[in-house]
């Protein structure tokens, strides 16, 4: 089938379903402390299809990839720098072996640990960053590239303008959110959703939105807030199973599938299009929120 455009599909009236954690997924699998998750793609690749298959037999309409630390400033930790174009072209191709025809692929790209503010990188060496890890993840394949958890409003716009400049991918940016003690919403940089759905449209971006950092709850007052900066814009929310807690030294997320599948009347409400998970989700939330968005 073709599979069009992801904006397209929202402007039709359609609510998609994403798909869920992949980090927290590789540890089940084995992934240790301090051990490279995207070296996975090439060594590890039938681990990494299982995660992504998982998804799609979940229902998701959208995956993302194994390539959240991809760039080469990341990759660098690893002295891996010289394989970014082998790693996330891995990562890719992975997945759209997964999603076949019926599922768009959102290669995931995480920040890069840089901060323009303090002078670790110059704005050139970060779009070449970018464009390096965006440029690999076309050629193996992505529909879209989910520009995601970020921070800090400047990096997302280099992001943003190297995908939509140097790809013909879709482009989503979202962000992380953590709530203030004055019960407003900000980035660990301080930037509001307002503003971070300002910044990333300014640069290009097709598709904005949130993620990790909160439970679905908190998400709704996320969705409001750059619903109102942003009326037309496609808007992702890819929520925690919960904040999680700690028990006998083991982060557990305490939202179950049915949990969260509960407040997909109220997120949608508030402006969500496209609705998945983040840290601690697993397939079993995915296809609660599939069912919840069906019904």
Not at 197 to 208: C, F, N, P, S, T
Not at 277 to 291: M, Y
């Amino acid at each position: 089938m073709d599979r069009g455009r992801i904006v397209a599909a929202v402007q039709a009236g359609r609510v998609l379903v994403s798909d869920g954690a992949w980090g927290t997924f590789l540890q089940k699998k084995g992934l240790q402390p301090g051990e490279c998750p995207e070296l996975w793609c090439v060594e590890r690749p039938g681990e990494v299809l299982d995660i992504a298959r998982s998804y799609v037999a979940a229902g998701a309409d959208m995956i993302e990839s194994n390539s959240f630390g991809g760039s080469g400033c990341k990759l660098a930790h690893y002295g891996l720098a010289a394989r970014v174009g082998e790693i996330n072209e891995a990562a890719a191709r992975i997945s759209r072996q997964a999603a076949g025809s019926q599922a768009w692929v959102i290669a995931s790209v995480g920040p890069t640990g840089k901060m323009l503010l303090m002078g670790d990188i110059t704005e050139a060496e970060l779009y070449a960053a970018f464009k390096e890890q965006c440029q690999a993840l076309e050629k193996g394949g992505a529909d879209g590239l989910c520009i995601e958890t970020m921070m800090a409003a400047d990096e997302a716009a280099i992001a943003v303008r190297a995908a939509k400049e140097n790809t013909g991918c879709e482009v989503i940016c979202t962000f992380t959110f953590d709530r203030t003690v004055n019960g407003d919403y900000r980035t660990m940089m301080g930037t509001t959703p307002t503003e971070a759905a300002q910044a990333a449209l300014a640069a290009g971006a097709d598709i904005i939105g949130t993620n990790c950092g909160n439970g679905i709850e908190r998400m709704i007052e996320i969705v409001r807030e750059m619903r109102a900066a942003a009326p037309q814009t496609p808007i992702l929310v890819h929520a925690n199973a919960g904040l999680p807690k700690n028990v006998n030294g083991v982060d557990v997320f305490p939202e179950s599938p049915a949990d969260m599948a509960a407040q997909i009347t109220a997120i949608v409400a508030a402006g969500a299009n496209i609705v998945g998970g983040c840290c601690g989700t697993t397939p079993d939330h995915i296809r609660a929120l599939k069912t919840a968005v069906s019904a």
